[in-house]
Every structure is written in C-alpha cells, then in structure tokens.
C-alpha cells in the first residue's frame, strides 16, 4: 500500500534551516516523481520542487530557488528537501506527493498529512 510520511518540520528563525523527510513505502522512488507542495493558513496549495524518477532531473519554484534543495535516497526510500535561508514567508505545511509517473509533468495520486514549517524570530 502506498504511503508517504513528512518529517522534519518545526519553528525555525529567519535566515535558518531546515530538513523535511517524505519516507515513501509501496512503490520505487525510480519509477516516480515525487513532488513537495506548501500551504499556508488561508493560501492555496504551492508547489515547491519535483524530482523525478529515473533521472533525477529537479525543479524549484521561483520563490525557492537558490536556497532549497531536494534530493532523494532510493536504498532508504526517501525524499529529502533542504531548506536554507528561511523566510517568514515559507511558514506552510509542507506536504510530499507521489505522482503518477516519472516525468515532472505527472498529477500527484498520493500524499502524506504534512509536517509543519514555521519560520519566525
């Protein structure tokens, strides 16, 4: 059974960091992509960064780029996204989906309940 598991979270002050855990289980990280999305209180769903499967090939969002870093361990079955440089503005839930393919371009079929991120001083 498909399961995915967020970790990680918790308060941090600005310009600190920060690393979420997505440990999957019931599939191969190889074989698909794996996104992170956030929401903050009364925001829509943003997507953060993909990783692909297979390949690896990644991709940030604007508003993250240049300080966060996903990577994956496919022995332990897990997703990683370091962040560095907290901003306020990254205060969220953030949340690991699996989608249903290895491309980025794949719809999520399955997420966890979240970690919560909080960045203030």
């Known amino acids: 059974q498909v399961q995915l598991v967020e970790s990680g979270g918790g308060l941090v002050q600005p310009g600190g960091s920060l690393t979420l855990s997505c440990e999957a289980s019931g599939f191969n990280l190889n074989y698909y992509a794996i996104d992170w999305f956030r929401q903050a209180p009364g925001k829509e769903h943003e997507g953060v960064s993909c990783?692909?499967?297979?390949?690896?090939?990644?991709y940030y969002a604007d508003s993250v780029k240049g300080r966060f870093t996903v990577s994956r361990d496919n022995a332990k079955n897990t997703v990683y996204l370091q962040m560095n440089s907290l901003k306020p503005e990254d205060t969220a839930v953030y949340f690991c989906?699996?989608?249903?393919?290895?491309?980025?371009?794949?719809?999520?079929?399955?997420w966890g309940q979240g970690t919560q991120v909080t960045v203030s001083s």
């Open positions: 989906a699996k989608l249903r393919a290895p491309s980025l371009q794949s719809d999520p079929d399955n």
């Open positions: 990783i692909s499967g297979r390949d690896g090939n990644q």
